[in-house]
């Protein structure tokens, strides 16, 4: 099972940072947990959805992508001009957060979920994870077709991602039947665990 939990913030306390890891042990043994944490910014009394994305534009290259949490540079960190340091974005915690946002019944008219496919239409790849390389690949592939589902997304950047995905799923299976990635972070040499994302990412295909 994999859990993914979107947070709006930063958890700054120390205390409820080490329940949080205590609690990320415990569940490991039965699901493979994600909190992706996302910067907040204070927006202004009564702000209009143009306000919203006019402040979320400030996040710079990465505006619209996610990362995992400020403890947990995945794709590492970028400095800008003015020395900043912050998280880079990737593919897989993108569609995270979108998957997220629609859970919480926000739709493509959102400027959160709008810049969010806009950085997915920026990014768009099957051949890797983008940020990431080959790592977490299939877990990408699952993720993407779940956020784009729930998102009622048929089309990115031109790209029909249904039949796309399907053919790149299909291009990638081994001889007897089964999935896996040469890349073994985050699990992935693990023939059960690929061929589950696969298979659940082809019958996400199938649906029109």
């Not at 008219?109 to 390389?133: A, C, F």
């Not at 589902?149 to 299976?173: N, T, Y």
Request: net charge positive; hydrophobic share 35%; aromatic share 10%.
């Amino acid at each position: 099972m994999n859990i993914t939990i979107l947070s709006v913030g930063k958890i700054k306390d120390k205390w409820f940072a080490a329940a949080q890891d205590e609690y990320e042990k415990r569940i490991s043994r039965f699901a493979k947990l994600r909190i992706v944490e996302l910067a907040d910014e204070a927006a202004p009394k009564n702000a209009s959805a143009k306000d919203i994305e006019n402040l979320m534009k400030k996040e710079g290259p990465d505006a619209g992508g996610a990362a995992y949490n400020e403890r947990t540079a995945q794709a590492g960190t970028s400095t800008n001009r003015q020395g900043k340091v912050s998280l880079r974005a990737y593919g897989s915690m993108t569609y995270a957060a979108v998957l997220s946002m629609c859970s919480a019944k926000l739709d493509r008219g959102d400027p959160r979920v709008r810049q969010s496919l806009e950085y997915m239409t920026k990014h768009w790849s099957i051949d890797e994870n983008p940020g990431m390389g080959s790592q977490g690949l299939y877990y990408f592939y699952d993720i993407m077709a779940r956020a784009l589902s729930a998102a009622k997304v048929d089309i990115v950047g031109g790209h029909d991602w249904k039949k796309e995905l399907s053919r790149k799923i299909i291009s990638l299976q081994k001889p007897d039947g089964s999935w896996y990635n040469d890349n073994n972070r985050f699990w992935e040499s693990d023939p059960v665990l690929c061929t589950s994302f696969a298979m659940l990412v082809l019958e996400l295909c199938r649906e029109r």
